[in-house]
């Protein structure tokens, strides 16, 4: 993913350690609040980036996952969260963690769909989108 | 809040009870309990999530899993949930229609409960 952020973004990378999704999941929440989502958003936001981040980390070939958290682009009224590759672990890739999601596949896409606004997901990016941001 | 598990009998059913954060990380363990449950000879689970504050797919998946189990043996697994957070999770992927849920532990109990 190569994305550079603006000057209210957060950026955040974590190893391919399954506890990891669960601190994304915390920061994801405290960007969504802090950008004025009312709390039943915040708890769709936390949800969706969970599932993104998971599915993240059984997608990207290095399992390092990077997240760019912030408002869209300037009047949009949007918050956006892009979730896909980083950097390659120190080590080496055959170091990490490899996240076995099961039968969750699809459960997790329909809750993509189902809690974001949009969703796009582009090679091993996903892209969430969250409209009329007050 | 990590995951907390606990296993009791209630006559003839096995009551789970399940709080905290049950994600990709901690569904693990969800598994194994409902695991442990059955090869105990459980067969009509009833999971209490009445103090779980999160639930990923993963953990939906154990559920299914656990669900898919026991019917092959002739057994059942309810849920108990009040959360509209957590009950959301259900409805958006189609669960409601595959899991009985119930509001409270008492309610489940005094279903017409396993014949």
């Known amino acids: 993913m190569s994305v550079l952020p603006g000057a209210d973004d957060v950026v955040l990378r974590v190893g391919g350690s399954p506890e990891n999704v669960r601190t994304a999941r915390l920061v994801a929440a405290a960007v969504a609040r802090r950008e004025g989502l009312p709390e039943d958003r915040v708890d769709e936001v936390r949800i969706a980036v969970g599932e993104a981040v998971t599915w993240a980390m059984h997608t990207v ?19 956006v969260v892009r979730v896909g590759g980083g950097l390659s672990p120190v080590g080496g890739a055959e170091e990490a963690a490899v996240v076995d999601p099961g039968a969750a596949d699809g459960l997790a896409l329909a809750l993509l769909r189902g809690l974001a606004d949009h969703v796009t997901i582009e090679g091993d990016t996903t892209v969430l989108t969250w409209s009329d941001v007050p | 809040m990590d995951l ?13 009870e399940v709080g905290g954060e049950i994600d990709v990380y901690t569904a693990p363990q969800l598994r194994s309990a409902l695991n442990d449950a059955v090869a105990a000879g459980a067969r009509h689970l009833v999971v209490d999530m009445s103090g779980t504050e999160f639930l990923d797919s993963t953990g939906l998946g154990v559920l299914v899993g656990g669900l898919k189990r026991v019917r092959t043996m002739d057994g059942d697994l309810e849920l108990v949930c009040a959360s509209e957070k957590i009950l959301k999770v259900f409805r958006i992927t189609g669960l409601t229609k595959v899991f009985t849920i119930h509001p409270s532990i008492e309610d489940a109990l005094a279903g017409s409960g396993p014949a």
């Open chain 1, 61 to 79: 070939t290095d399992h390092v996952v990077e997240l760019v958290l912030g408002p869209g682009e300037e009047g949009t009224g949007e918050f």
């Open chain 2, 4 to 16: 907390t598990l606990a296993t009791r009998p209630e006559g003839d059913r096995t009551v789970v």
